[in-house]
């Protein structure tokens, strides 16, 4: 496997059901980062995670909640969520290249789990 | 909020015309990136490229070129001779030096016709 991977691809769920996200870099990173995708909404960040640290957590709803046991994977857990969280998930990875400022490399994306709920 | 506008939503052209998506940003740093990613409908985000604001050089990738204009605050990029396999979703982003926040546009939707 190379790059960013995401499973599943697609899930389907109902609104009392608990699921969770996958995503595995394999790019020698050590940031990770859920985004998520609407339809006709640019691409909204939800939780960033560096050195397995939640360093951002854009005002994201307790029912998604991240975890990241180490510098190659990163969940997205979920749990009764709304029709509206309906979207494209999006994990990607970076280099944080530390330093006083916080500089960063490029985010690479993985394919993304598109998510139904019903 | 800084943002990031595509003002084009959608674009369509024939296979062999050159194309040229727009991206306007707003910021209030003096250190910031940009990005172009292509999202095919497969739905991964591709990267393209990658721009520091101290480098206004354009640059030319095979069939890509990217124009940088800091005076507009204007990062466009340019097909030439499109082709099919061009089709997808493009975004421009910006980040600040100092931040792991990308902010993205919302996407044009270029569409190339065989």
């Known amino acids: 496997e190379t790059g960013v991977t995401q499973t599943p691809r697609h899930l389907v769920m109902g609104m009392t059901n608990k699921k969770s996200l996958k995503c595995e870099q394999h790019?020698?990173?050590?940031?990770m980062y859920w985004y998520k995708q609407s339809a006709k909404k640019p691409l909204e960040l939800m939780f960033v995670?560096?050195?397995?640290?939640?360093?951002e957590n854009n005002s994201v709803p307790s029912r998604f909640s991240p975890e990241c046991p180490n510098s190659s994977h990163l969940f997205l857990h979920l749990h009764t969520l709304q029709p509206e969280d309906s979207a494209l998930y999006l994990c990607?990875?970076?280099?944080?290249?530390?330093?006083?400022?916080?500089?960063?490399?490029?985010?690479?994306f993985g394919p993304g789990t598109r998510l139904t709920v019903l | 909020a800084q943002k990031v506008t595509q003002a084009q939503t959608e674009i369509s052209v024939v296979e062999k015309e050159d194309v040229t998506l727009d991206c306007v940003y707003e910021?209030?740093?003096?250190?910031?990136?940009l990005f172009w990613y292509k999202q095919p409908p497969s739905g991964e985000l591709v990267f393209l490229i990658r721009?520091?604001?101290?480098?206004?050089q354009n640059e030319i990738s095979g069939r890509y070129s990217w124009n940088f204009q800091k005076s507009t605050s204007s990062f466009n990029f340019t097909i030439t001779a499109s082709q099919v396999v061009d089709s997808a979703v493009y975004f421009c982003?910006?980040?600040?030096?100092?931040?792991?926040?990308?902010?993205f546009g919302s996407g044009t939707q270029l569409t190339v016709l065989p």
């Open positions: 910021t209030r740093d003096t250190t910031y990136y």
């Open positions: 790019l020698g990173h050590n940031a």
């Open positions: 990607a990875s970076s280099q944080d290249l530390g330093g006083a400022l916080t500089i960063t490399d490029t985010q690479y």
């Open positions: 721009r520091n604001s101290f480098d206004e």
């Open positions: 982003a910006r980040s600040t030096g100092s931040a792991r926040q990308l902010t």
């Open positions: 995670y560096s050195l397995e640290e939640r360093v």
